[in-house]
């Protein structure tokens, strides 16, 4: 079974564009969550997704945005880009988004902001 | 809300020997699931061991076990007969019990990053 895929893996942008980003979970994979990895806060919880809707969000502005489709992929969405913004995006699904299932992770995208 | 707190950011140990890495936890919750994560230098994040807050017995996986001690909320990662793979970031987290599934979102420490000496 393929693992979780991100892409693209790396990404340069400058201040103030937009970047989407994308997910493919594992077959099967109902859930889909969002992390953003920095060295200076570690690992944030942005949202999750779960059959096409946003079931849980995190502590982000509103620049953040995401998307399922109907497959289960996800999107997220950053627009007017910070230098802050420059993370370690990682993208994770379980199989039902159930408590306690493991959740897989993306190898991530690199996201750069110049 | 829920923190994770580890409070080493580094550790080495060498090959073959016993390493603990520790971990302290606050929440209000009764029910809940912690878990240990592993990142290598590639990046990929894998599951180590998850442990049911309501189980009393502690998880083992092979060379990883845990110590649980629900009352102190302390989470603390046994890594026995180290070995030079196991040189990794490694990230105590925790998600809440919800029935519903609808909270399976995943509070993270700031991660500690263990090296294995040859």
């Known amino acids: 079974k393929a693992g979780v895929t991100q892409t693209p893996r790396y990404l340069i942008k400058t201040r103030g564009q937009q970047v989407t980003l994308s997910c493919s979970p594992i077959s099967g994979h109902r859930s889909v969550s969002w992390y953003q990895q920095t060295p200076g806060q570690g690992l944030q919880f942005l949202f999750e997704y779960f059959s096409e809707t946003q079931r849980n969000k995190g502590n982000f502005p509103g620049r953040f945005s995401g998307r399922q489709f109907s497959n289960s992929r996800s999107e997220m969405n950053v627009s007017t880009l910070e230098l802050g913004d420059s993370a370690l995006y990682l993208c994770?699904?379980?199989?039902?988004?159930?408590?306690?299932?493991?959740?897989?992770f993306g190898p991530g995208t690199r996201l750069t902001v110049l | 809300a829920q923190t994770v707190t580890q409070s080493q950011p580094e550790m080495s140990v060498q090959e073959a020997e016993t390493v603990t890495l520790s971990c302290t936890y606050d929440t209000s919750e009764n029910n809940y699931y912690l878990f240990w994560y592993k990142q290598p230098p590639s990046r990929q994040m894998i599951l180590v061991i998850r442990q049911e807050a309501y189980k009393q017995q502690n998880a083992t996986e092979n060379r990883f076990s845990v110590n649980f001690q629900k009352a102190a909320k302390s989470f603390s990662l046994k890594i026995s007969d180290s070995q030079l793979g196991d040189t990794a970031m490694y990230f105590c987290?925790?998600?809440?019990?919800?029935?519903?599934?609808?909270?399976?979102?995943?509070?993270f420490g700031k991660g500690i990053t263990l090296s294995v000496r040859p």
């Open positions: 987290a925790f998600t809440p019990y919800d029935y519903t599934g609808a909270n399976s979102k995943l509070t």
């Open positions: 994770a699904s379980s199989p039902r988004g159930t408590v306690g299932n493991e959740q897989f």
